[in-house]
């Protein structure tokens, strides 16, 4: 085959999308669209900037690199760029985000039925079994994930988002907390904060899987349909974001007082469903959160079993295993230490990506790359230590850091480096073809 048809591009880009939607980017927007009350619109552009921008920028980078994430790190050094990798997947992985998607499903799906835990081995068994036997044919996942699962899930998303539409709870009212007076940064930070950019990473690689199973191995078409996947996606998310911004900006008076996006959300489909909306949302988060844990485990058993000699199947079988266990054991713990290396290593990998896109202007591209990606980390370290508890940056040293307390310190800092290298990268090779010239002539 030497191009998809229309119908495979429709797939691709309902799979994409359909990975991306897991339980938090559904229960994140209409809690802010409920506090940020008539400062909605700020906060929404600041969200979708960072919760759709980054992460459809990240897919279309690794896209661009045939789905492969260490040649994305090449310039801060092979070594460091696998060990960066292997956290990057192991946190997004099996240590945090798969075991995540049973326990946070099962809390907002069947908790509210049963109002108790008693239930939840014999679910997670059940939800890491589906995941397994989907997982288990990543080159079938256009066909599986793709035919099957995509369509309830995007159905789902469709009626939610179709009624939030029209049937509207109430009006938006005063703005809440920091959305008083930054509505727009509030936003940033918080799609920064969902960290779907390493999720794209890890999600580029069953896409351009997915496309490589239809026979499809030219890079540039590779590149051309994961793009084009990237965008299906990023509009699939645009829309909905929207609709869940209205929901929760127009719930006041039937949610005043929630403390999270997943009451919102349940007070807004109890008033317009009655019961059958509570069961109506049970099973939307139930299967969002399955197609995530399904391609999560499809990119880190893809990607485990391509840097060492075991097969892939042996993965798939290994964090299903995990997952079951840890999402019944532990995974307090597990957060608490998976969260910091999430934020450790986020500011370095958008760095990378975005710098990325600019390889071709550079003489060296380590030289301008490593030092602002080095930088990214520094400060991504205290940040994760932070995170965990340990404070390691003098409090008079915190007060002239710009954005700390949004986890955005590194921002200027690395943009600032970046720049200096590069200018400095342009002076070297001046000086560089000068010395040549130079040379020619005395020849």
Not at 56 to 79: C, D, E, F, M, N
Not at 227 to 254: P, V
Not at 366 to 378: G, N
Request: aromatic fraction near 12%; charged fraction near 10%; glycine fraction near 8%.
């Amino acid at each position: 085959m030497t191009k998809l048809s229309l119908k495979d591009i429709i797939l691709l880009g309902m799979t994409n999308f359909a990975l991306y939607v897991g339980a938090g980017n559904i229960i994140f927007p209409p809690f802010i669209g409920l506090q940020a009350g008539d400062h909605v619109l700020p906060a929404a552009i600041g969200f979708i900037l960072t919760g759709v921008g980054l992460p459809v920028i990240a897919a279309i980078s690794l896209a661009r690199v045939g789905g492969v994430l260490q040649y994305i790190t090449i310039p801060i050094g092979i070594k460091l760029g696998l060990i960066m990798t292997v956290l990057c997947y192991l946190c997004i992985g099996p240590l945090y985000a798969i075991p995540r998607t049973a326990t946070v499903a099962y809390e907002l799906a069947i908790t509210p039925f049963t109002h108790t835990l008693s239930y939840l081995p014999i679910y997670s068994v059940i939800y890491f079994a589906i995941s397994f036997l989907f997982a288990l044919y990543p080159a079938k996942i256009l066909d599986t994930v793709g035919k099957i699962l995509s369509p309830i899930k995007i159905s789902a998303l469709l009626i939610l988002c179709l009624t939030a539409w029209f049937i509207e709870a109430g009006v938006s009212e005063i703005p809440n907390g920091p959305y008083v007076n930054e509505p727009f940064s509030q936003g940033v930070i918080n799609g920064y904060l969902t960290l779907d950019t390493l999720a794209s990473l890890a999600f580029g690689i069953v896409i351009v899987d997915a496309i490589r199973s239809r026979g499809i191995n030219d890079r540039k078409k590779i590149t051309h349909y994961a793009i084009i996947s990237g965008s299906i996606a990023g509009l699939g998310l645009l829309f909905i974001y929207i609709c869940l911004f209205k929901l929760g900006n127009e719930s006041f008076n039937i949610a005043n007082g929630s403390t999270n996006g997943a009451e919102v959300l349940a007070a807004y489909v109890n008033m317009t469903f009655g019961i059958a909306g509570n069961i109506f949302l049970g099973v939307l988060i139930i299967v969002a959160c399955l197609v995530t844990a399904i391609g999560l485990t499809c990119a880190c058993s893809s990607y485990f079993s391509k840097i060492t000699k075991i097969k892939y199947r042996t993965y798939v079988i290994a964090i299903s295993l995990f997952g079951t266990l840890i999402s019944n054991l532990g995974l307090t713990h597990l957060i608490k230490v998976s969260i910091p290396f999430l934020i450790t290593i986020y500011p370095m990998f958008i760095v990378l990506v975005l710098a990325s896109f600019f390889t071709s202007f550079f003489n060296n591209a380590a030289r301008v790359i490593a030092p602002p990606a080095l930088l990214s980390l520094a400060f991504g370290l205290v940040d994760g230590c932070n995170s965990a508890g340990f404070h390691i940056i003098p409090e008079a040293l915190i007060k002239i850091l710009p954005l700390y307390d949004s986890n955005l310190a590194w921002l200027l800092p690395s943009f600032t480096v970046f720049v200096i290298c590069f200018i400095l990268d342009k002076f070297s090779a001046i000086n560089k073809k000068s010395k040549t010239l130079s040379t020619t002539i005395k020849k």
